[in-house]
């Protein structure tokens, strides 16, 4: 177990609420006068958790507190024993621990099996090819026609292994990728040379908050919004407008500079992808502490925040 002064906790939830708010202060300006952003919303619509949480900070899962004089502000529950807190791990659930492995196993899956560097962020594409119906229909132009981009993805392999990707393709599309990814195959497909798996580093953490640390939470967070802008400036979508010039796949200087960032992207997510494991680690080496110690013997009493928690698993 770690134990953190109140002196040493407080700075460092100081400091990360500062860095929170530096991230976030423009996209909460822009909620404020209902201003929409095409590349940045995503990280706050596609990903669930709420933009105002990621302030909160939280030692994650077997930290103690010296709690004197207060606690971190926080929406979640605290054990205490004495003068020292740390987060419960009352909401715990068997069905969430059951979550938890299955995401352990996923990152583990993910970080040994070999890195693929050759989609060239074609999902996108694949996400409007030969359709007036698609994802962004009405809110975003595209820069090129349709008989073009049906060109680029004609002249190319289809070879995505994300299904949150993948299920969005346009049905004309789906039978063009060389796998068909599913929640069933997840397991066995998923690999760390792509965008989007290493962009979910970020959903996989905060399924977990508290008991993952809010520092590595916002680590992945701050991946995740690098890979979007990636992500975006790679697709067919014209957003010169907000400042994104286009990695313009469709030419080979392009497809290079792409897999330039896929890769720099990827090498980022290695020691993320093994932080988040550790953390989960953790969390299950709590567990069984607590299994080991009898009901009362360790003069532990709940301390309940006021309000639900916000986790969904």
Aim: glycine content about 4%; hydrophobic content about 35%; proline content about 4%.
């Amino acid at each position: 177990m770690a134990y953190l002064r109140e002196s040493e906790w407080t700075e460092r939830q100081t400091l990360h609420q500062r860095r929170v708010e530096a991230l976030l202060s423009p996209h909460w300006k822009r909620r404020s006068h209902g201003v929409e952003h095409p590349v940045f919303d995503f990280l706050f619509e596609y990903y669930t958790f709420r933009s105002t949480n990621l302030c909160v900070w939280s030692p994650g899962a077997g930290v103690w507190l010296e709690a004197k004089n207060g606690r971190p502000v926080s929406e979640f529950e605290w054990s205490r024993s004495g003068a020292n807190i740390e987060v419960s791990l009352r909401k715990l659930t068997p069905k969430r621990i059951e979550s938890l492995n299955w995401v352990r196993t996923l990152l583990k899956n993910t970080q040994e099996r070999a890195a693929r560097f050759g989609c060239h962020g074609l999902h996108e594409w694949a996400m409007v090819y030969r359709s007036d119906e698609y994802r962004y229909q009405g809110m975003q132009r595209l820069r090129l026609s349709q008989s073009e981009i049906a060109a680029v993805v004609d002249s190319m392999p289809v070879c995505c292994t994300h299904f949150d990707a993948f299920r969005f393709f346009t049905q004309e599309a789906r039978p063009m990728n060389i796998h068909q990814p599913s929640r069933e195959n997840r397991m066995d497909l998923e690999q760390r040379g792509c965008l989007h798996v290493n962009m979910d580093l970020y959903r996989w953490a905060y399924k977990f908050w508290p008991w993952v640390d809010s520092e590595l939470l916002v680590d992945t967070f701050e991946l995740a919004l690098d890979a979007r802008q990636i992500d975006m400036k790679a697709s067919p979508y014209d957003l010169v407008e907000y400042g994104f010039e286009p990695i313009r796949i469709e030419t080979e200087a392009g497809r290079i500079e792409y897999e330039r960032e896929q890769r720099r992207i990827a090498t980022k997510a290695i020691s993320l992808r093994q932080r988040l494991r550790s953390a989960l680690d953790g969390i299950i080496d709590c567990l069984k502490a607590k299994e080991k110690n009898s009901r009362g013997e360790n003069g532990m009493d709940l301390v309940f925040q006021a309000g639900e928690s916000t986790l969904s698993v």
